[in-house]
């Protein structure tokens, strides 16, 4: 699976559920083309204003500029990095560009349109997000590093500290030595920057290896490599409905809430540490999911 449909599972959230296939349709939906149409339309409507990047750009936004963006803008990515993702996109494009600080211009007003355009169509996403960074970042301000345990049982904790570094000074060079002792201070921009796409990446794990313990359990042959799922032709079928029967049931549990139970239990010190309530559950029925075509394909 993808973060986004992880995403929009956690958050109930309808509109992004059938952005992502989690919702039965007659044709596979493309979440880069869907990102690319409103940031277009975002363009084109600025092109009519006037707007001079607008009429730069207009007709000129297609799913290839966007792409990388939505697809790592659920695993973290920055602002500086996602503007430099669409730069280079769009220094591809046969456009005659005055000069660089134009481009720079262009990527920056195109970024924009981006999350905004990403906003608009997966806003639970983006509130679940928001929260799962918000309590990394009061966890690592406590200096502590943000630990949790999947449905499966796993503890996890994320290793992220600040690393000292120091030179060597010899005769014949400067070398240049990274501190790496697990005992140093918490990094508490990573700590909360690499909570959201590692917390969703765990629940995708959890999905897989639950998917490989019901197939065996059925006795088919399964195989796995990155987020794809093997089987023998005979059993792809019946592979299809267990994967989705998995999903369902992973997020059928309470997965937020007791992830904020944890953290009070672990980090709460006694009532001094509070952490913000669980975003608002939408109205999606994941049962939906069991008759999705394109959910998983």
């Not at 990102?35 to 001079?52: F, I, P, Q, S």
């Not at 799913?63 to 990515?77: I, L, P």
Request: hydrophobic share 40%; with cysteine.
């Amino acid at each position: 699976c993808n973060g986004l449909q992880h995403y929009a599972a956690l958050g109930g959230d309808e509109i992004g559920a059938k952005k992502v296939n989690l919702v039965p349709s007659d044709s596979p939906q493309d979440v880069y083309s869907g990102v690319a149409t409103v940031v277009a339309k975002r363009v084109h409507d600025d092109a009519l204003a006037g707007h001079e990047l607008g009429k730069l750009l207009d007709g000129k936004v297609d799913r290839k500029v966007v792409k990388q963006t939505v697809m790592t803008s659920v695993y973290g990515v920055t602002y500086i990095g996602a503007r430099l993702q669409i730069h280079n996109a769009l220094s591809d494009k046969e456009i005659d560009w005055r000069d660089d600080d134009q481009l720079y211009h262009a990527s920056a007003y195109i970024i924009n349109h981006t999350f905004e355009a990403l906003n608009q169509m997966f806003l639970g996403a983006r509130n679940i997000m928001k929260w799962l960074a918000d309590c990394a970042r009061i966890i690592a301000k406590n200096k502590d590093p943000v630990a949790w345990v999947t449905p499966l049982g796993l503890p996890i904790v994320q290793p992220y500290v600040k690393n000292q570094n120091f030179t060597v000074k010899t005769v014949v060079q400067h070398v240049l030595l990274h501190d790496i002792r697990k005992d140093l201070p918490v990094n508490t921009i990573k700590q909360r920057s690499a909570f959201p796409p590692n917390y969703v990446h765990s629940l995708d794990s959890c999905h897989m290896m639950l998917t490989a313990i019901e197939c065996k359990k059925h006795n088919i042959a399964y195989a796995s490599v990155h987020d794809s799922y093997w089987t023998h032709a005979c059993t792809v079928d019946h592979m299809s409905k267990i994967l989705r029967d998995q999903f369902v049931e992973l997020h059928s549990q309470p997965l937020l809430h007791r992830l904020r139970e944890w953290f009070i239990k672990r980090y709460g010190k006694d009532g001094r540490v509070e952490f913000p309530p669980v975003p608002e559950r939408g109205p999606l029925d994941l049962q939906v999911v069991k008759q999705s075509k394109y959910f998983f394909h």
